[in-house]
T-cell receptor, first 114, second 109 residues
Framework: DAGVTQTPRHEVAEKGQTIILKCEPVSGHNDLFWYRQTKIQGLELLSYFRSKSLMEDGGAFKDRFKAEMLNSSFSTLKIQPTEPKDSAVYLC????????????FGPGTRLLVL | GQQVQQSPSSLVLQEGENAELQCNFSSTATQLQWFYQSPGGSLVSLLSNPSGTKHTGRLTSTTVTKERRSSLHISSSQTTDSGTYLCVHTGANTGKLTFGHGTILRVHP
């Protein structure tokens, strides 16, 4: 079975650009999460979907970050416009749907904004 | 909001020594997971243990639900165990994941 896949693995953007990160959850999983990971802040939740419905939008990240789940097997995270402080690793995770389930993480997208 | 505290923040061992990592959380967990992340690598689930004791290989996790704490014991550490160990709490009502800041483990040969 394929795990969580994320593309691209690396992205370099200039300040002000729009970038779109992609995630495919484990087949059959109903919950999908987007996280940002930095050394200073650790892991921060950006968005949480259950059965394609947005359950949590990460509060502070509403402004320039928008996650969408177009269908049960594909999600995007758009950052518009990018800023240098957005440089981080963006992780996507999925789980079957019951809160007790294990979460599975993708390899992440390493974003550098110049 | 929910808090997950991990200790120690970092740990240095000689190969062969045992490690004990702690995780304390502020509200009831429906799931408690330990993840491993190698330097620059992705997150790998080690153990899912909302209560009781679980073993896998050289790893043992003990979660005491009523006391809102969990531990991860690594026996006979190896240099390849070096990395960051994260405790992840799933809220009982919300399903939301909260991550600890991790314990950075370095095992020297």
């Amino acid at each position: 079975d394929a795990g969580v896949t994320q593309t691209p693995r690396h992205e370099v953007a200039e300040k002000g650009q729009t970038i779109i990160l992609k995630c495919e959850p484990v087949s059959g999983h109903n919950d999908l999460f987007w996280y940002r990971q930095t050394k200073i802040q650790g892991l921060e939740l950006l968005s949480y979907f259950r059965s394609k419905s947005l359950m949590e939008d990460g509060g502070a990240f509403k402004d320039r970050f928008k996650a969408e789940m177009l269908n049960s097997s594909f999600s995007t995270l758009k950052i518009q416009p990018t800023e240098p402080k957005d440089s981080a690793v963006y992780l996507c995770a999925s789980r079957l749907g019951v809160n007790q389930d294990t979460q599975y993480f993708g390899p992440g997208t390493r974003l550098l904004v110049l | 909001g929910q808090q997950v505290q991990q200790s120690p923040s970092s740990l240095v061992l000689q190969e062969g020594e045992n490690a004990e990592l702690q995780c304390n959380f502020s509200s009831t967990a429906t799931q408690l997971q330990w993840f491993y992340q190698s330097p620059g690598g992705s997150l790998v689930s080690l153990l899912s243990n909302p209560s009781g004791t679980k073993h896998t290989g050289r790893l043992t996790s003990t979660t005491v639900t009523k006391e809102r704490r969990s531990s991860l014991h690594i026996s006979s550490s190896q240099t390849t165990d070096s990395g960051t160990y994260l405790c992840v709490h799933t809220g009982a009502n919300t399903g939301k994941l909260t991550f600890g800041h991790g314990t950075i483990l370095r095992v020297h040969p």
